[in-house]
């Protein structure tokens, strides 16, 4: 992965920051992108850098297309095109099907779905002309077991399944892999708030009776990057101690 140039989503914190520090430790050059909370993007590019690595934080909400063709571009200049996306940045909400508003949903599936189709968009065209490429979309164990009160979370992980598994066909000639990963539950901000009593019913749904680390996603995300996942493309791959099976 030496001096390949990977962009993640959602870069500063969770999921997402252990992709970003993966990434780097394996020689990539990393773009870090996040939408709000500058403080948290500059600390994991430091910790990168510190670490004899190379990475810059970009603030850009996946949500807004002049944005994200901003970061594209400015990601260019400082490493040069996109050849890794991670595509992280994500956003849960709860609300019973009944009661949930057309802006709610808006807002969760335009994030975690259309954010995906916007940078895989713009991430490809570099890519097809490189002959090569690595895309992966982090959806959820959600988008395939589907999820009570989280109508609009599960559709978006499951179209962004759909939408992995028919970038896989159309890019595949062109040495491009696309894959999704679907994690379990994975400590992070997302799931801290979970109630003590619904965490320990997850945790007992769970076969490996506990939760992942951000990490555990974090090491199949630099597998599928690396040159060793050039055969691997159009798959779900779940970590999640054998939630989904
Ligand atoms: P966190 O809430 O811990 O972190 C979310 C990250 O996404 C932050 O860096 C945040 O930046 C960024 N982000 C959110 N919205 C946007 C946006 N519109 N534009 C750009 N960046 C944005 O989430 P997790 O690490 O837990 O989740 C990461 C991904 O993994 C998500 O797609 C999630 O759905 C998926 N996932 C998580 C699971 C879990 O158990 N944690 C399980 C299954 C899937 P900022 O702080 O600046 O807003």
Known sequence: MKDRVALVTGGSRGIGRAIAIELGKAGAKVAICY???????????????????????FKADVNNSTEITSLFKSVKESFGPVEILVSNAGIIRQCPIALLSEQEWDEV????????FTCT?????????AKWGRIII??????????????????????????????ARELAPYNITVNA??????????TAGTEAAVRAKQIESVPARKMGSPQDVAWLVAFLASEKGQYITGQTISVDGGLFM
């Open 35 to 57: 939408k709000q909370n500058d403080e948290l993007g500059a600390k994991v590019a430091g910790e990168i850098n510190e670490n004899g690595g190379n990475a810059k934080a």
């Open 109 to 116: 599936v335009d994030t975690n779905l259309k954010g995906t």
């Open 121 to 129: 968009r713009l991430a490809v065209r570099d890519m097809m002309r």
């Open 138 to 167: 982090i959806s959820s164990d959600a988008g395939r077991l589907g999820e009570a009160m989280g109508s609009h979370y599960a559709a978006s992980k499951a179209g962004a399944i759909g939408f992995a598994k028919s970038a």
């Open 181 to 190: 990963v679907t994690p379990g539950y994975i400590e992070t901000d997302m």
